[in-house]
């Protein structure tokens, strides 16, 4: 945290600044200056939280804490990233649901597993429309 201050201060005086000479020709010099000290303030503020977030996000990796310090007392402190080889398991689980069934794992044991196409109604041109068939549909469209 050496030289913070500095940063802060300048930071908050460059706010101050801009401020002043931007309220000078608006108003009163008693004005000006009071709100020059509330710029002073608030860009102080906002420069010593920009500071304390970017020295969290950019702290370097040597002074982060070790990820060995030992197992903790406490539940759920350590976390075992590592996933155990089940890959044989697995696939001799999908072999004897495969054998079993005759059918992929996936697919459905009801009765309705074949796959039947639907059929839409027969589609008409718009080129030469019959009179019957469109006040038929302007019918539909307007009880939907």
């Known amino acids: 945290m050496r030289r913070t201050w500095r ?4 930071f908050a005086g460059f706010g101050a600044a801009l401020t002043f000479f931007i309220s000078l020709s608006n108003n009163p010099l008693a004005t000006t200056a009071l709100r020059t000290l509330y710029a002073f303030l608030a860009f102080g503020l906002i420069g010593s939280v920009v500071h304390v977030a970017l020295s969290q996000l950019l702290r370097p990796a040597g002074r982060m804490a070790p990820a060995d310090a030992g197992p903790s007392d406490e539940r759920g402190a350590v976390v075992d990233l590592s996933t155990p080889e089940d890959d044989g ?30 059929k839409p109604q027969r589609l008409v041109s718009v080129d030469n429309p019959k009179p019957e068939e469109v006040v038929q549909a302007v019918r539909r469209m307007t009880d939907e």
Not at 7 to 10: D, N, P, R, S
Not at 100 to 116: R, T, V
């Open 89 to 118: 398991v697995l696939a001799d689980m999908l072999k004897e649901q495969w054998a079993e069934s005759g059918k992929p794992a996936g697919a459905d044991s009801g009765g309705a597993s074949e796959f039947k196409p639907l």
């Open 7 to 10: 940063w802060v201060v300048g």
